[in-house]
């Protein structure tokens, strides 16, 4: 059975995202574009600044070329990332705290001829930068871009073609060396418009937020193109702070609030929260990690503003799957296949036989989002890309309606004497649990079992958590050989620079 989506209009296809701001900026010339920090563009004012920073970037010999960009979230931001790709260059989207090793190794690969930072870097950081002899390096002062507002620069013509490289975004959060994802144009505009199909905003009224790092390829996707493609208003946070996010979702009368999980626990476990006015807000999304069941139903029942949680990964633009506005919503699942995109159930072993309806397997993925190919790794992109499917290395399940389930990832999976065990579905059981905010799970070398299973969590605003009765819990919910062998009651769980809980990082203080 196909979900019903509601479709209130058709919604245009564009080649590039250029000729979706370019559209965007003809349709609603005086609508708010972009807020900061009490300022605001219209998409006029927007039109400008960004066509005027891309000519200067072009006149630097940007076009075909690389632009590497470390910018805090920011006006600024978001006017460059668009300026590149308006002077035909490749946006190579990086954080601005990496340290210089970091972006050693990652400028080496992506050879980017000009650089943008801003003003805020460390003193360790401009002194790199002025290393690079290749690149020419810009200082950018916040606020500054803002300044051309007033500039009447037409946009150039032609536009980049939809074969044209748009982002080079690096994986990060795992060892080894960095992977630079080739994405093109025509992949990051077609994405768009795939997840306007399935999560559609309203042309002309809403009022997106973000306060995710803009470098990060769901915000960049589901804020800042999404906002463009709509002609709605992003309102961009530097940061997040629960505070100030919970007084910008009131004041600001935001209408779509993207954010991954620990945002949404966060703000469910902060004081004061239950008191706020959610009534502007009209849904949610939710990415890039699992949300546990729990924090979807407390957040709803406090907001009574849906959560639509979907699925992707960088290497495919980033968008796959969502849970349809207007259709059938499955808790704890990713939902439906994105308009032209297949998603299949695969053997782990072989990945060749498809998995029958609820069987567990590896998710292999196909449609025009997908990247061209890894940087220089042509070993790796080989090893991901075969066939003409992607193989995610992530393990799922469909249900009889073509709905997706995440169980875990292929290489997180645990082995407990003999008996797979996914700790996703031990965090599910945790989060159950009233007084718990946070809750992670991995597995540990173990020399009886091979490997045990271990949780660390976190407790909501002033409650406390007996390890016995969660214990207890667990085993009232779970098979023998699930339950963690230990539990530890924590302050905090470390996290990555984009906001997911960092399992690595806790694999690394176990060892240590």
């Not at 795992?174 to 418009?193: D, E, M, Q, Y």
């Not at 905010?437 to 605003?461: L, Q, W």
């Amino acid at each position: 059975m196909s979900p019903q989506v509601a479709r209130p209009e058709v919604n245009p296809r564009f080649p590039t995202v250029v000729h979706m701001l370019a559209r965007t900026v003809q349709a609603f010339p005086d609508k708010e574009a972009i807020a900061f920090q009490g300022r605001s563009l219209t998409y006029r004012e927007y039109g400008r600044c960004i066509a005027s920073f891309a000519r200067e970037l072009s006149d630097a010999g940007a076009k075909s070329q690389r632009v590497a960009v470390l910018l805090p979230n920011s006006s600024d931001l978001a006017i460059s990332i668009f300026a590149i790709l308006m002077a035909g260059a490749q946006a190579v989207l990086l954080n601005p705290a990496y340290t210089v090793r970091e972006l050693g190794m990652i400028l080496d690969d992506a050879e980017p001829v000009v650089v943008l930072y801003a003003e805020s870097a460390t003193e360790e950081q401009k002194a790199f930068f002025q290393t690079i002899g290749r690149a020419k390096v810009r200082q950018i002062k916040l606020g500054e871009l803002e300044g051309w507002a007033f500039n009447d620069v037409p946009f150039p013509s032609p536009i980049v073609g939809q074969g044209d490289p748009c982002i080079l975004q690096y994986t990060g959060g795992t060892t080894g060396r960095p992977k630079g994802v080739n994405l093109s144009h025509s992949a990051i505009s077609t994405n768009v418009w795939q997840r306007q199909e399935l999560v559609p905003a309203i042309q002309g009224r809403d009022r997106i937020l973000c306060c995710m790092p803009l470098f990060h390829a769901f915000a960049t996707s589901m804020c800042l193109f999404l906002a463009s493609y709509s002609g709605g208003c992003l309102v961009v946070m530097e940061r997040y702070k629960p505070d100030l996010v919970l007084d910008t979702l009131e004041n600001q009368k935001i209408t779509i609030f993207p954010a991954g999980p620990t945002i949404f626990s966060g703000l469910l476990a902060h004081s004061g929260f239950e008191n706020r006015n959610f009534s502007a807000l009209r849904f949610c999304c939710s990415g890039s990690a699992p949300l546990s069941e729990e924090t979807l139903r407390r957040w709803e029942l406090a907001t009574s503003a849906p959560i639509y949680e979907g699925y992707g990964m960088t290497e495919t633009s980033p968008v796959l799957s969502f849970n349809p506005v207007g259709g059938i919503r499955k808790p704890g699942s990713v939902g439906v296949a994105l308009p032209l995109t297949d998603v299949q159930v695969v053997d782990v072993e072989s990945g060749t036989r498809i998995a029958s309806v609820g069987e567990r397997g590896e998710v292999r993925v196909r449609g025009p989002q997908l990247m061209t190919h890894y940087r220089n790794l042509q070993a790796e992109t080989l090893e991901v890309m075969r066939d003409g499917w992607l193989y995610t290395g992530d393990i799922g399940e469909l249900d009889e309606d073509g709905y997706l389930f995440l169980r875990d990832r292929k290489k997180d999976m645990a082995i407990v004497g003999g008996f797979n065990v996914f700790p996703r579905e031990v965090e599910e059981v945790l989060y159950l649990y009233s007084d718990v905010a946070e809750a992670a799970v991995i597995a540990v070398p173990d020399p009886f079992y091979g490997e045990s299973i271990r949780a660390f969590v976190v407790a909501n605003h002033n409650a406390s958590i007996e390890v016995e009765a969660l214990r207890n819990h667990c085993a009232a919910n779970l098979t023998k050989y699930k339950i963690p062998a230990d539990i530890s009651i924590v302050a905090e769980l470390p996290k990555t620079s984009v906001g997911k809980i960092d399992k690595l990082e806790l694999k690394r203080r176990i060892v240590a």
